[in-house]
Protein backbone atom coordinates (compact mmCIF):
# COMPACT_ATOMS: atom_id res chain seq x y z
CA UNK A 1 0.00 0.00 0.00
CA UNK A 2 1.29 3.54 -1.53
CA UNK A 3 1.38 5.56 2.10
CA UNK A 4 2.64 9.45 1.56
CA UNK A 5 2.87 11.40 5.11
CA UNK A 6 3.62 14.56 5.35
CA UNK A 7 4.61 16.98 8.13
CA UNK A 8 6.13 20.53 8.66
CA UNK A 9 3.80 22.64 8.42
CA UNK A 10 2.64 26.02 10.85
CA UNK A 11 2.25 29.56 11.42
CA UNK A 12 4.69 31.75 10.25
CA UNK A 13 5.31 34.94 9.49
CA UNK A 14 5.76 36.84 6.07
CA UNK A 15 9.19 36.71 5.24
CA UNK A 16 9.64 33.49 7.29
CA UNK A 17 10.88 30.19 6.30
CA UNK A 18 9.57 26.34 6.93
CA UNK A 19 10.94 22.71 5.63
CA UNK A 20 8.07 20.42 4.86
CA UNK A 21 8.66 16.69 4.89
CA UNK A 22 6.69 13.70 2.86
CA UNK A 23 7.40 10.20 4.42
CA UNK A 24 7.05 8.00 1.21
CA UNK A 25 6.21 3.94 1.74
CA UNK A 26 4.71 1.18 -0.04
CA UNK A 27 6.58 1.57 -2.98
CA UNK A 28 10.16 2.26 -4.71
CA UNK A 29 10.65 5.49 -3.56
CA UNK A 30 14.15 5.85 -5.78
CA UNK A 31 12.48 5.14 -9.05
CA UNK A 32 9.56 7.93 -9.17
CA UNK A 33 9.22 11.41 -9.82
CA UNK A 34 7.14 13.46 -6.92
CA UNK A 35 5.73 16.11 -6.57
CA UNK A 36 3.72 18.88 -4.30
CA UNK A 37 0.84 20.63 -4.75
CA UNK A 38 -1.04 22.98 -2.59
CA UNK A 39 -4.64 24.12 -1.97
CA UNK A 40 -5.64 27.36 -0.73
CA UNK A 41 -8.99 28.15 1.04
CA UNK A 42 -11.57 28.39 -1.84
CA UNK A 43 -9.02 27.84 -4.51
CA UNK A 44 -8.16 24.85 -6.70
CA UNK A 45 -5.51 23.07 -5.90
CA UNK A 46 -2.32 24.68 -7.24
CA UNK A 47 1.06 22.52 -8.57
CA UNK A 48 4.33 23.85 -6.47
CA UNK A 49 7.02 21.93 -7.56
CA UNK A 50 8.34 18.52 -9.35
CA UNK A 51 11.57 16.55 -8.17
CA UNK A 52 12.85 13.47 -10.45
CA UNK A 53 14.55 10.68 -9.30
CA UNK A 54 17.46 12.01 -10.03
CA UNK A 55 16.80 15.23 -8.44
CA UNK A 56 16.07 17.52 -11.62
CA UNK A 57 13.38 19.65 -10.60
CA UNK A 58 10.50 22.36 -11.44
CA UNK A 59 8.93 24.86 -10.25
CA UNK A 60 5.48 26.95 -10.20
CA UNK A 61 6.48 30.78 -11.37
CA UNK A 62 4.92 31.40 -8.19
CA UNK A 63 7.80 30.21 -5.56
CA UNK A 64 10.94 29.61 -8.08
CA UNK A 65 13.81 31.41 -6.10
CA UNK A 66 11.95 30.95 -2.63
CA UNK A 67 11.09 27.23 -2.46
CA UNK A 68 13.54 24.19 -3.15
CA UNK A 69 12.77 20.97 -3.46
CA UNK A 70 15.03 18.11 -2.58
CA UNK A 71 14.77 13.93 -1.80
CA UNK A 72 16.77 11.42 -0.37
CA UNK A 73 15.94 7.94 -1.78
CA UNK A 74 17.98 6.16 1.26
CA UNK A 75 15.59 7.60 3.81
CA UNK A 76 12.20 7.59 1.47
CA UNK A 77 11.90 11.15 2.29
CA UNK A 78 10.94 14.02 0.43
CA UNK A 79 10.97 17.72 1.30
CA UNK A 80 10.53 21.24 0.70
CA UNK A 81 12.03 24.30 1.64
CA UNK A 82 9.63 27.25 1.84
CA UNK A 83 11.23 30.59 2.16
CA UNK A 84 11.01 34.36 1.80
CA UNK A 85 6.68 32.94 2.76
CA UNK A 86 4.13 35.09 1.62
CA UNK A 87 0.67 35.32 2.60
CA UNK A 88 -0.41 34.24 -0.57
CA UNK A 89 1.39 30.85 0.48
CA UNK A 90 -1.03 30.08 3.50
CA UNK A 91 -2.66 26.57 1.99
CA UNK A 92 -2.57 22.78 2.51
CA UNK A 93 0.30 21.42 0.84
CA UNK A 94 0.15 18.11 -0.27
CA UNK A 95 3.29 15.63 -1.61
CA UNK A 96 2.21 13.25 -4.55
CA UNK A 97 3.79 10.23 -6.31
CA UNK A 98 3.79 10.90 -9.98
CA UNK A 99 4.93 13.51 -12.39
CA UNK A 100 3.42 16.50 -12.81
CA UNK A 101 1.27 15.22 -16.07
CA UNK A 102 0.75 11.82 -14.25
CA UNK A 103 0.11 12.25 -10.51
CA UNK A 104 -0.70 9.26 -8.64
CA UNK A 105 -1.43 9.20 -4.66
CA UNK A 106 -1.40 12.21 -2.62
CA UNK A 107 -1.14 12.78 0.87
CA UNK A 108 -3.16 13.80 3.83
CA UNK A 109 -1.48 17.28 3.56
CA UNK A 110 0.25 19.69 6.12
CA UNK A 111 -1.36 23.20 7.08
CA UNK A 112 1.18 26.33 6.27
CA UNK A 113 -0.26 29.56 7.59
CA UNK A 114 1.28 32.71 6.89
CA UNK A 115 0.57 35.69 8.68
CA UNK A 116 1.32 38.46 10.90
Known amino acids: EVRLVESGGGMVEPGGSLRLGCAAS????????MTWVRQAPGKELEWVSTISPVSTSSYADSVKGRFTVSRDNDKNMLYLQLTRLEIEDTAMYFC??????????RGQGTQVTVSS
Open 26 to 33: GFTFGSFY
Open 96 to 105: ERGSRERRLE
